[in-house]
């Protein structure tokens, strides 16, 4: 059966020449990079020529990047470190009601203990107004965290003009650009941000692998001891395979963005074209136009979204849903939620999100087999749709 991998935004395979680098490191490389042995200086050169690639990749400097473990360690390192540095200065933070539970889930724990948060709404579309930002700001708020690209509905944030915003307040900006890295340009001089985390796994570079960026001059002070690794700022003996891998990543996403992002438009908008069109009842989800160049994603009425992703799997196709309706505890996606889409719609949500190793054949084959699934799956649906009901469109508007 020809299997297709349509789920980049939970994990990409690891790209050959990455994992050549890694396993070069792993086989040769074994000093610890804090050694003053020719042993150590061996590992500490590896290290230091990823760290220059990771800047290189977003316009950093090297001294401004810190290796993490992921995604989340970043996200978390990031905002914990603002905050204990900027504490004094008063304790309110702003959010978004879209981010990443590594965001969302390490303000709710500041919240607990004490800081005050404040969670910005988003449009229909999954974008927060930078207007409403501005007036959130208050004489107490310390950080902004705000993500540069959504991974459930691929929506894009004006980052550069928020970061202005908080510039102009002197509040320290950070932006989770964990999904933008090799799609979209990250600059981190164009989004003039203070802190900016990436992910490994999510551009072609091994799991438990990330970075961190840290402007100079930014109030950030280390929430974690135990030496004095990563300038202090990341305790512990460095991943050295991960990070050389990690480093080659980042080389070839910034290396092949443009040409990559071109490529996968064309796919992605052949998959929103044709669905839209030959699956009845069925919506794209997140931002029209501001959206990542490998991300489709759609609400298809009186459609459970797990029952779908079962049916794709069995005919070989790995795509992810916003809703987790398992064992009938109903937990549709937050971020659906916040769009304003009705918590019985957003069980029927799809998520397409393609990479390199996707085709123009995969396309193709996807969006023969997927509006007979979706046939199927509600003639056999306890929602209510029954083919050629005379459905009152009104009962189906809703922002998106
Ligand atoms: C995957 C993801 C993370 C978490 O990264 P890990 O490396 O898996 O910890 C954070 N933010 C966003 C937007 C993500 O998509």
Redesign the pocket.
């Known amino acids: 059966m020809r299997k297709i991998y349509f789920d980049h ?1 939970a994990t990409t395979p690891v790209h050959p020449d990455a994992a050549e680098e890694m396993c070069r490191c792993l086989n040769s490389i074994y000093g610890n990079p804090s050694s003053i042995h020719s042993f150590g200086r061996e590992a500490k050169k590896a290290l230091e020529e990823a760290r220059e690639k990771v800047a290189r990749g977003i316009g950093a400097n090297p001294a401004e990047i810190v290796f993490t473990s ?3 360690e970043s ?1 978390r390192l990031a905002i914990r470190g603002a905050v204990n540095s900027n504490h004094a200065r008063g304790n309110h933070i702003i959010t978004s009601a879209v981010e ?1 539970h ?1 965001v969302l889930d390490t303000c709710r724990s500041l919240e607990s203990e004490g800081f005050e948060l404040t969670v910005l709404p988003v449009d229909e579309y999954g974008m927060v107004d930078p207007g409403h930002l501005a007036r959130a700001i208050k004489d107490n708020t310390i950080l902004i965290t705000i ?1 540069h690209t959504n ?1 459930e509905v691929g929506t894009i944030q004006p980052i550069a003009e928020m970061a202005r915003i908080a510039r102009e307040k002197g509040v320290v900006f950070h932006t ?1 650009a ?2 933008s890295m090799g799609k979209i340009p990250v600059d981190v001089n164009d989004l003039q941000v203070d802190l900016l985390s990436l ?1 490994g ?2 551009i072609y570079a091994p799991k438990g692998t ?1 970075a961190l960026y840290i402007r100079r001059g930014t109030r950030w002070k280390p929430v974690d001891f135990g030496g004095g690794q990563e300038r202090k700022r990341r305790p512990g003996t460095e991943n050295l395979p991960g990070i050389v891998a990690l480093g080659k990543a980042v080389e070839i996403a910034a290396a092949e963005m443009e040409k990559e992002a071109a490529r996968l438009i064309l796919l992605r908008d052949k998959i929103i074209s044709r669905i839209l069109e030959r699956v009845p009842h069925a919506r794209l989800i997140g931002h029209p136009d501001m959206r990542l160049p490998n991300h489709a994603s759609f609400i298809f009425d009186y459609i459970e979204g797990e029952s779908l992703l079962f049916s794709l799997d069995m005919k070989g196709v790995a795509a992810s849903s916003g809703s987790a309706c398992t064992s009938g505890s109903l937990e549709p996606s937050h971020v659906l939620l916040a769009m304003g889409i009705p918590l019985e719609k957003a069980h029927g949500s799809l998520r397409i999100t393609m990479g390199r190793v996707n085709t123009e054949e995969d396309v193709g084959h996807f969006i023969e087999i997927l509006p007979p699934l979706v046939e199927r799956l509600r003639e056999m649906s306890p929602l209510g749709f029954t083919q050629g009901s005379q459905k009152n469109e009104a009962d189906n508007i809703y922002p998106c």
Do not use: L
Request: glycine share 18%.
């Open positions: 935004s992921g995604g989340t996200d990443h590594a993500m991974n989770d964990v999904q992910s796994h999510k990330g």
